[in-house]
């Protein structure tokens, strides 16, 4: 990790070569025969993404380390990038509420709008090249649903047909899907349901964190891509905001 830390800027060739050597000193038997160089440089796709997001979400104001309310007021804060202007920003979105209440039916109007660009109830399109992850009916029923929509033939929208095995807390799984989101240059995600894909505990905050990690990883692909999540909660559950809290923390909006 030290290495990778200090080395996100070089080559990947050099990374290799530096984890190996210190593989070989510390580690007997060596890891690196058992993970192999191919999973090394995988790996290595996932620390440089997972970086470069952090920088783009987290990128350091030249401010002082204690500002007054005056000052605040006079701040330059960086612009909120929309793709659905003040509707739906650059970023992670989370849309949530009660089973049977429509979150899936928004989430296909949003796709919709980004898939062909115009307006959207009136706010002004960023279009995007979107990728479907759908649990909830399966890729049939999506494309079926897309279709009574009146979406276009020609409409930027792609469907992801492994969903009936995909679970987003399955690692292999999830690098299956980077790769593919990176080599197709996907610049939307939607994830159809939270909780049809993931079997973890929706309230233990450091499972689900990987998760939101993860969605994070891919806006530092060199085509940066936002992730839309639908969620709906236990239906017997007795803590609502103690079940969203944990998937809402480090998402940009709601």
Do not use: C
């Not at 990374?15 to 290595?44: S, T």
């Not at 279009?127 to 494309?143: C, P, R, S, Y």
């Not at 593919?180 to 610049?187: A, M, S, T």
């Amino acid at each position: 990790i030290e290495i990778l830390n200090n080395g996100i800027k070089e080559n990947i060739a050099q990374i290799i070569e530096l984890v190996k050597d210190y593989d070989l000193q510390h580690n007997d038997p060596p890891l690196i025969v058992e993970y192999g160089e191919a999973d090394l440089r995988k790996k290595w796709e996932f620390f440089k993404a997972d970086r470069l997001s952090k920088k783009i979400i987290r990128e350091p104001l030249d401010i002082p380390a204690v500002l007054s309310m005056y000052d605040a007021y006079n701040l330059k804060l960086p612009p909120i990038e929309w793709l659905i202007t003040d509707v739906i920003p650059k970023g992670i979105t989370i849309a949530f509420g009660n089973p049977g209440h429509g979150k899936s039916f928004f989430a296909y109007a949003v796709v919709k709008a980004l898939a062909t660009g115009g307006m959207f109830f009136g706010h002004e399109v960023k279009k995007a090249k979107v990728l479907f992850v759908g649990k909830d009916n399966g890729f049939e029923g999506d494309i079926a649903r897309f279709k009574d929509l009146g979406l276009p033939h020609d409409a930027s929208l792609y469907f992801y047909t492994q969903e009936s095995n995909f679970l987003v807390d399955n690692k292999e799984e999830r690098e299956l899907l980077f790769d593919l989101v990176k080599e197709h240059k996907f610049e939307y995600i939607v994830w159809d349901t939270f909780r049809d894909m993931f079997l973890g505990e929706e309230s233990n905050s450091g499972v689900v964190n990987s998760v939101i990690q993860y969605w994070k990883s891919f806006l530092g692909l060199p085509v940066p891509a936002s992730s839309f999540a639908t969620h709906h909660i236990k239906k017997d559950t007795s803590n609502p905001v103690r079940d969203l809290a944990a998937l809402a923390r480090g998402s940009t909006a709601l």
